[in-house]
């Protein structure tokens, strides 16, 4: 094959894989007009539309369709094989990337990169913030990090977090302008900044434990987000209630823009964990990734 073959059909895969020439273009390291003239070329030489382009989209055509899925596993096994060279090396070398919900970047990972990138600086990592059930196969991620309870069982899980404990929370300002709160029935009285969720689209319900009994709130307000951050914010601007892991809003709880309610009825879960396919072969790079975000089982404080 052509160094420009190669060239065309991994620009290809990239394309519709993003589902945008901006972002593949981004990833390649090329301009998005360069991207461009590449698969025209690709199209012009086969004699046939690979790609469906539409203001909003670009998908594969059922051509593009059929080469994709003939020519990306020996791309992938390309870039495998290439990674695994870095076993020859003296230490681990290569790209791991690992999608993860957006508060998981600051409760797994944050306190743990700046020493592991330092241990390891041949390691390049991406994290990609996506509240969605992404297909970590399909999308072609190393790894994704979610709740033990919502991985699938053919999934390899390694705990990275200790658990989770959910937390409703609002700034002074607001709970001092508000009703009471003893229960969670009492939320229908209450602006409440709810989160959508991607994959969905439904409004992700708030869940509640007391005891053995066990229950979710779907709450309303006029506020919704696609992740947490916002969320946040609007919370310490005094918008309203939120519910989000402890750890993640930790510091504004303990410097007192934000405060805890229904503290007896919040739930714990089962930690992140990092999964992966069970059939995979670790790469030194990920292998030395996995080892150093291992967590032990714990109750979140």
């Known amino acids: 094959m052509k160094r420009d073959e190669f060239s065309e059909l991994r620009a290809l895969i990239e394309v519709a894989r993003e589902r945008s020439f901006t972002r593949a273009a981004a990833n390649l390291g090329v301009t998005r007009s360069a991207l461009s003239h590449t698969i025209r070329a690709l199209e012009e030489r086969l004699g046939i539309q690979l790609l469906s382009r539409t203001t909003r989209d670009v998908a594969p055509t059922a051509a593009g369709e059929r080469l994709i899925e003939g020519i990306a596993p020996h791309f992938q096994a390309i870039a495998t094989e290439v990674e695994a060279m870095g076993i020859l090396r003296s230490r681990p070398a ?8 957006d508060d998981a970047i600051a409760i797994v990972f944050r306190s743990r990169m700046p ?13 990609v ?10 999308s072609q991620f190393d790894a994704g ?30 709970l001092a302008e508000s009703p009471a709160l003893d229960t969670p029935d009492d939320l229908t ?12 689209g439904a409004i992700y319900p708030w ?49 007192g823009r934000l405060r805890e309610v229904l503290t007896d009825w919040t739930p714990t879960f089962q ?14 790079a990920f292998a ?4 150093v975000f291992r967590c032990r089982p714990g109750r979140e404080a």
């Open 115 to 127: 020493a592991f990138l330092k241990e390891y600086p041949d390691i390049n990592v991406e994290l």
């Open 271 to 284: 930690g992140y964990h990092l999964y992966y396919p069970s059939r995979r072969n670790l790469s030194p």
């Open 189 to 200: 009285r209450h602006q409440c900044i709810n989160l959508r969720l991607p994959t969905s």
């Open 145 to 174: 990090v979610r709740l033990g309870e919502a991985i699938a069982l053919d999934m390899v899980a390694v705990r990275v977090s200790p658990d989770i404990r959910y937390v409703v929370v609002g700034a002074e300002a607001y």
């Open 94 to 101: 290569g790209n791991v990337r690992v999608v993860c919900p």
């Open 288 to 291: 030395a990734f996995v080892k």
């Open 129 to 138: 913030a996506d509240n969605g059930l992404t297909n970590i196969v399909e």
């Open 207 to 255: 869940e509640f434990q007391k005891g053995d009994r066990e229950f979710s709130v779907r709450v309303s307000g006029q506020l919704t987000f696609n992740n947490l951050l916002p969320a946040v914010e609007a919370a310490i601007d005094g918008m309203g209630l939120m519910y989000a892991p402890r750890t993640f809003l930790k510091d504004h709880i303990d410097a």
